[in-house]
């Protein structure tokens, strides 16, 4: 983030993707200096400028003539955090949160997503972590300030492009492949594409799937299914997978109910960020109803899991994300 304090010339719109590199070279060292944001150059490694060039002479003096850089945050997917930032693998059984001391399994398991779950008052605090011997060695977290509390769990990696995708790919294949509907798979997943497309014209939804129409979309090989996308693809299937589910469940089998009700947690919580799109955080209200529908949705998710861990190709998978 930068802060400015005087008028400044585009000379110095180089400042932000400099500090942005970072992340990615380590022969980079970043030293904040209010009012200026100096960046020195280590030269070990690798010289990052030519020389001879206005860059290169440019190196290691102040820049930006009154704008200073303040580290808001970092963020990232689980396997950035754990390659380049040095930070606990979400694998690992013991300790694998960047922002808390859980573990994969007993009482302080991360998969209880209850609102009184153990590894909730096990978060970390500034002193706490610290003071801990094994914390992140990465540059970054030696500036002024910076903690776990600087990591920001990416949304879209964990969500759309993590629990989502098999989620969302295992419905499909209950839908499809389970007798849900009256048809062969092939023919089912044709009838849930021109479903899927009706719906969309009908809500007007701003970003779509356009070719649905495979089992090879969301069943794999081999693993749980999955379904495949982009990000935006994925935030807006919520609302009409949900209808699909609606329309072809059975209300008096209660795992049916369980993914019914799963599903309106995660539309709810769309609908959430969508209204509130163009402002920095919810309102009080706002965040205490995303909150509790994200861990109903989880809490959901983690039973569903339970009950379809030995079916090989139907069933959720728990991801540590």
């Not at 005087?6 to 993707?17: C, E, I, Q, W």
């Not at 200026?36 to 930006?64: I, M, N």
């Not at 969508?274 to 309102?283: G, L, T």
Request: charged share 20%.
């Amino acid at each position: 983030m930068l802060v400015q304090r005087t008028t400044v010339s585009l000379n110095n719109r180089y400042l932000l993707f400099a500090f942005i590199r970072i992340k990615l070279h380590s022969s980079l060292v970043v030293y904040i200096k209010a009012p200026y944001f100096t960046l020195l150059c280590q030269w070990q490694l690798v010289s990052r400028f030519k020389k001879g060039t206005e860059d290169y002479h440019r190196a290691g003096t102040p820049l930006a003539e009154g704008y200073f850089a303040i580290l808001w945050s970092i963020i990232g997917d689980l396997d950035y955090f754990v390659a380049i930032l040095g930070l606990p693998n979400f694998s690992n059984a013991s300790m694998p949160c960047a922002l808390c001391r859980t573990s994969l399994t007993g009482s302080n398991t991360w998969s209880n997503f209850r609102p009184d779950a153990p590894w909730r008052l096990q978060q970390w605090t500034y002193s706490a972590w610290q003071a801990w011997p094994n914390r992140c060695q990465n540059p970054l977290f030696t500036l002024p300030g910076v903690s776990a509390f600087s990591i920001c769990l990416d949304y879209m990696h964990s969500k759309y492009l993590g629990t989502d995708q098999y989620v969302f790919g295992s419905v499909l294949a209950l839908l499809t492949c389970t007798g849900m509907m009256d048809k062969t798979p092939e023919r089912n997943v044709t009838a849930l594409h021109r479903f899927f497309q009706d719906f969309y014209r009908r809500d007007n939804t701003p970003v779509r799937y356009r070719y649905l129409n495979r089992l090879t979309m969301f069943l794999r090989q081999s693993g749980r299914p999955k379904l495949r996308g982009k990000a935006a693809e994925l935030r807006y299937f919520g609302k009409p997978l949900l209808a699909a589910w609606e329309k072809w469940m059975n209300c008096r089998i209660s795992v049916h109910v369980d993914i019914q009700l799963l599903l309106k947690m995660n539309v709810f919580m769309e609908n959430l960020l969508s209204e509130f799109r163009d402002e920095i955080c919810f309102p009080p209200d706002q965040a205490v109803a995303f909150e509790e529908a994200c861990s109903t949705m989880l809490t959901l998710h983690g039973k569903l899991a339970v009950h379809f861990a030995d079916q090989e190709y139907l069933g959720y998978k728990l991801k540590g994300q």
